[in-house]
């Protein structure tokens, strides 16, 4: 079984940047690939990012290709998401998520996070 708790979200201008952050706990954090996810009112979840287990190999949305960074500290048990040039479209919930494979969390991981709120204003 495996927790993840998400943090750092909140209200951002457009074209500010934020940075999330999810601690997992658990068994077997540092072998498992992590991703986040968006949900936005009205809309359906969608793919954000993904990282494999050694941090060297990534997948990322299109939506925020060149803005969005995932990174993670398997010392730390913390995946990271570094938003950059934010606008209003990027405003939802993030979710954090884990998997076997970077290419399976991004299809469909096996645990979530709650959630946490990201505001830009516009």
């Known amino acids: 079984q495996v927790q993840l708790v998400e943090s750092g979200g909140g209200l951002v201008q457009a074209g500010g940047s934020l940075r999330l952050s999810c601690a997992a706990s658990g068994r077997s954090f540092s072998s498992r690939a992590m991703g986040w996810f968006r949900q936005a009112p009205g809309k359906e979840r969608t793919f954000v990012a993904s990282i494999s287990w050694s941090g060297g190999s990534t997948i990322y949305g299109n939506a925020v290709k060149g803005r969005f960074t995932i990174s993670r500290d398997n010392a730390k048990n913390t995946v990271y998401l570094q938003m950059n040039n934010l606008n209003a479209e990027d405003t939802a919930v993030y979710y954090c998520?884990?998997?076997?494979?970077?290419?399976?969390?991004?299809?469909?991981?096996?645990?979530w996070g709650k959630g946490t709120q990201v505001t830009v204003s516009s």
């Open positions: 998520a884990a998997g076997l494979g970077v290419r399976q969390v991004s299809n469909g991981p096996d645990y």
